[in-house]
């Protein structure tokens, strides 16, 4: 089935350092892919849509300086979290369509765990 | 107010059993998909089930099924002989519109299942 594999599953970093999270689609293309953040026992909520080629979309909220998105291959997303600080720890994960198989079927990636200290 | 609305926060079933997580949706599209996503305790976000609004058969796969009764906006995920494997996190979520772009899901707050022995 396919496969979205993200990177680093954790990462811990000093406040005022910037972390690159990655997720890649490793056996379709993914024109679009999201990423979410999700707090201890809550939801995921949609943080931005990156599509191919294009900037990002992000959600009401989201600060687009603070989390920068880069999409420049149909298999490669990445997240950037610019000067973190500790509130913005939290578990990041994306999620990539593919059209194959049932129409709207979304594979998630495995997730990042972000403490910033 | 609320799309996806998850009433349980947590669930407890006997091993071997079935058991049913609810969810109800709103949304004033003719078109939509209706997801449920399991979430282990490692955070990974496993892709369980599918269910297109124009479906007219409720969605299985193996030991899952969907009680998708469209009139009442109820899509409810039903596990049936439940294992300890099934002790996770699930989340209810939706797509609106069938074709299109972005495809970005809305989710529920999630349902804690605790299967016992």
């Known amino acids: 089935g396919a496969v979205v594999s993200q990177h680093p599953s954790w990462v811990i970093c000093k406040s005022g350092t910037s972390v690159k999270i990655e997720c890649r689609s490793l056996?379709?293309?993914?024109?679009?892919m999201f990423w979410y953040r999700q707090f201890p026992k809550q939801s995921l909520m949609l943080m931005a849509t990156?599509?191919?080629?294009?900037?990002?979309?992000?959600e009401q909220g989201v600060e687009k300086d603070k989390f920068l998105i880069n999409h420049a291959s149909l298999t490669l997303s990445t997240l950037t979290v610019t000067s973190a600080h500790p509130e913005d720890s939290s578990f990041y994960i994306c999620?990539?369509?593919?059209?194959?198989?049932?129409?709207?079927?979304?594979?998630f990636g495995s997730g990042t765990q972000l403490s910033v200290l | 107010a609320q799309k996806i609305t998850q009433t349980q926060p947590g669930m407890f079933v006997q091993e071997k059993e079935a058991v049913t997580l609810d969810c109800t949706y709103d949304t004033s599209d003719q078109s939509y998909g209706l997801f449920w996503y399991k979430q282990p305790s490692s955070g990974e976000m496993i892709f369980l089930i599918y269910q297109g609004s124009y479906d007219e058969q409720n969605a299985t796969e193996g030991r899952y099924s969907l009680n998708f009764q469209k009139a009442r906006k109820s899509a409810n995920l039903v596990i049936s002989a439940s294992q300890l494997g099934d002790s996770a996190m699930y989340f209810c979520a939706m797509r609106e519109g069938l074709t299109g772009t972005a495809s970005k899901l809305t989710f529920g707050t999630g349902t804690r299942l605790q299967v016992t022995l």
């Open positions: 999620s990539a369509r593919t059209y194959r198989g049932k129409l709207g079927k979304l594979f």
């Open positions: 990156s599509n191919e080629g294009s900037k990002a979309t992000y």
């Open positions: 056996d379709f293309q993914a024109t679009t």
